[in-house]
């Protein structure tokens, strides 16, 4: 427990960094742990003998990556269109070392891993980089009004009787940052309420056959968790309004839990526990990440359909 509470202090601590800082710290990092999910992926399938294009996987991925922090979407469509072209000719090329279920596997871990982290990035970036001096666009600011049909849901009108207050810090946050701190706040707490609640008092399983210690009263709890905890972010320290966070959190968390999920399935087919010992005390990039892979994605569209940006 010890371990786990130590790499768990240590990691928020670089994530805060990564996340305030931004730019090529924030971009690096997502390389760095795309790297290490695809390796843990690779390592994952091998032991149910199915062998990825690891060096064709790897470079894709960083080059994902990188045209995500470019913000060039098309080459990003590019770089995933030909990789997925190169890896299956290698099966013609390298007929019978390289199989067709190795390069099926090999570009669906592109995918389930390479497009979650570069719309992580795509989060990141989505409002400008200030340049030195220059104000920041709050993700306040970055919103929009009556954008939507969740912008005519005016909860205000139903509560006239009340003074106005504004519960929101106004802080001093470019708008891809506020959003990156709520999407991980969101999916933090995901994981976090699931787990206590279900441990207290979970009895009715959710998925028995795939993750037996998760419970349905876990899942309420981390549906009630999640929302609570896009509210106390979204709304009262970053001034989103009400009702689009309450929407997130529920959407957040029906996200994480199906990417948790995903990820319990792949390590069962592969007969293992945990993906890896990258984190000590919580396993490997992919045990720590599986919820993001769904989450990142998902808040991403959230946030541009929405019309928060």
């Known amino acids: 427990m010890a ?33 290490v999910a695809w390796h843990e992926f690779s390592s994952l399938f091998r032991r149910a003998g199915v062998i990825t294009t690891y060096i064709f996987g790897a470079l894709a991925l960083i080059l994902l990556q990188c045209c995500a922090w470019l913000g060039n979407v098309e080459e990003l469509l590019a770089v995933l269109t030909l990789s997925m ?40 970036f989505l409002s400008d980089e200030p340049q030195p001096g220059e104000a920041v666009t709050t993700v306040k600011e970055l919103a929009t009004n009556n954008a939507t049909l969740l912008d005519q849901f005016n909860l205000g009108q139903f509560l006239d009787f009340l003074p106005t207050l504004d519960f929101s810090l106004n802080l001093n946050v470019d ?40 419970t349905v009263e876990g899942f309420l709890g981390s549906i009630f968790g999640t ?14 309004p009400l009702v689009k966070m309450t929407l997130a959190g529920f959407v957040l968390c029906l996200a994480a839990t199906l990417g948790d999920l995903v990820e319990s399935v792949m390590k069962r087919f592969a007969g293992i526990k945990e993906s890896g010992i990258f984190l000590p005390g919580h396993g490997g990039a992919l045990d720590r990440f599986d919820s993001i892979f769904y989450t990142a994605p998902t808040f991403y569209y959230f946030v541009i359909l929405s019309g928060i940006a």
Not at 11 to 34: C, D, K, T, W, Y
């Open 227 to 240: 929302i609570l905890t896009a509210i106390v972010v979204g709304t009262f320290i970053f001034g989103l």
């Open 3 to 35: 371990l786990r509470i130590i790499t768990g202090i240590i990691g928020i601590g670089i994530a805060a960094f990564v996340i305030q800082h931004g730019g090529a710290p924030f971009a690096g990092f997502a390389i760095v742990l795309s790297l």
């Open 85 to 124: 072209l190169a890896i299956f000719l290698l099966t013609v090329i390298l007929r019978g070392s390289t199989r067709p279920t190795d390069a099926c596997v090999s570009v669906a871990g592109i995918m389930y891993i390479g497009l979650p982290f570069a719309h992580l990035i795509f989060l990141r």
């Open 175 to 214: 708008g891809g940052c506020a959003l990156v701190w709520i999407l991980f706040a969101c999916t933090w707490a995901s994981d976090t309420f699931a787990y206590f609640v279900g441990t207290a008092i979970g009895s009715h399983k959710l998925a028995s056959s795939i993750s037996p210690n998760k």
